[in-house]
């Protein structure tokens, strides 16, 4: 890739097409739950996770791939499926196929997801890798926020109309198409080494751990908010709006705060997540309540970007893809989970309150930062 331009695009717009995970179909849920009153609501809130069922498949499946087909085709492929299973049920009146597609989709995450540091291995100029990694969260953080506001104002319409955000995917395969070079895969990695060394292990560990505790973040916020502040939703919007911000500077600013914290920065960002929580839980009203919900923006952003990019820099360029791919199942798994471990760990401090949930969250961060301050001070790599 002769221009690092292209190589921002790309990385943008798999991001951007990736962000749409996030959303989901999570701002009609309410909606599908009203047009299907014969099925459960937990049958209905699993629509927004079961896909994650694939994703992990796929995600385990790219480091083969990769041996055998070029960047460009996986990326594509992963990006055809997101397109074509987010937008079919707008045809369909049916349950059973949104359920299906919900499922399918996740496939098409699992491979396109994992390749972004791939390409960024191959066609980001070493200087400017950290900068890539940093613009993929941005990415995703742009495409989180459209899927859900776009989406919102598109479901005014009704339901089916939702689905046409999925229509973006195509716009982003465009992209991908026009500027991705379609080089062949690495001949190094013919039998699709997964790169699971030591050092990706224990990283992925620490994503697993981290997304579990940051988790307790985003599914306690509003309800917080409407015990302690506001039952107004306005408050609990912006509230989540600067942790989004935070989140998207942090991206925008990682590749300076990578070089200013150098081995540190993990630690740094489990260590804003454990400083967000005591902020949420000590410091009252809105404040405590706005300070927290930057800080958690923060650690989630500097950890997704700092994490993916130790990964990076931990294998060959054509292990990139199959280590992240394993990075990225230990995140899922931490994500997953979260409600399950959170939950029993507040009921061991007297009730599965936002409270107690978020201080058994500030525990684990502070024993996670200790962890991972250790790690990196005493392994030889600088970075």
């Known amino acids: 890739m ?4 292209h190589t921002a695009a790309v990385v943008l717009a798999i991001a951007f097409i990736t962000g749409f995970n996030i959303t989901g179909i999570m701002p009609v849920l309410s909606m599908i739950s009203e047009k299907y009153p014969e099925q459960s609501t937990s049958t209905v809130q699993l629509l927004q996770t079961i896909h994650y069922a694939l994703l992990m498949a796929a995600s385990l499946l790219v ?47 699992g491979l396109a997801s994992p390749m972004i540091a791939g390409v960024i291995a191959e066609f980001g100029a070493p200087e400017k890798q950290a900068g890539y990694m940093g613009l993929n969260v941005v990415g995703m953080g742009i495409g989180a926020m459209t899927g859900n506001l ?3 104002i598109l479901a005014g319409n009704g339901l089916r109309f939702f689905y046409l ?20 895969p690495a001949s190094k990695n013919k039998k699709g080494t997964l ?9 992925s560990i620490m994503t697993f751990l981290h997304a579990m ?45 990578l070089n200013f914290f ?10 804003a997540a454990a400083a967000g929580f005591a902020a949420l839980l000590f410091i009252p009203g809105m404040p405590g309540i706005l300070i927290g919900s930057g800080l958690c923006g923060v650690s989630l952003s500097c950890f997704s970007a700092g994490g993916a990019y130790m990964v990076m820099v931990s294998v060959s360029p054509e292990e990139v893809a199959g280590a992240n791919g394993i990075y990225g199942v230990f995140n899922s798994l931490g994500g997953l989970i979260a409600p399950l471990v959170l939950g029993k760990a507040a009921m061991q401090m007297g009730g599965n309150t ?30």
């Not at 150098?262 to 260590?271: D, G, I, S």
Request: aromatic content about 12%.
């Open 2 to 5: 002769k221009k690092q331009w």
């Open 63 to 109: 480091g083969v791939l990769s041996a055998r087909f070029s960047k460009k085709k996986i990326v594509l492929a992963g990006v055809l499926m997101v397109g074509i299973f987010g937008f079919l049920p707008f045809f369909f009146d049916s349950f059973a196929v949104l359920m299906a597609c919900r499922i399918l989709i996740g496939f098409g995450y």
């Open 150 to 152: 776009l989406g919102g």
């Open 165 to 184: 955000i999925y229509l973006l995917a195509f716009a982003g395969g465009t992209v991908i198409l026009a500027l991705l070079p379609d080089t062949p």
């Open 195 to 203: 790169g699971l060394k030591p050092v990706v292990l224990f990283l």
């Open 213 to 257: 505790l940051i988790n307790a973040y985003g599914t306690n916020i509003s309800m917080y908010i409407s015990d302690r502040v506001s039952t107004d939703p306005q408050v609990s919007g912006i509230a989540t709006a600067v942790n989004a911000a935070c989140a998207m500077c942090m991206g925008m600013l990682f590749s300076r705060v």
């Open 262 to 271: 150098r081995k540190m920065t993990l630690p740094f960002a489990v260590f």
């Open 354 to 383: 936002p409270e107690n949930q978020f201080t058994a969250a500030m525990a684990g961060m502070l024993i996670l930062t200790a962890a991972v301050a250790v790690h990196v001070t005493t392994s030889k790599a600088d970075r």
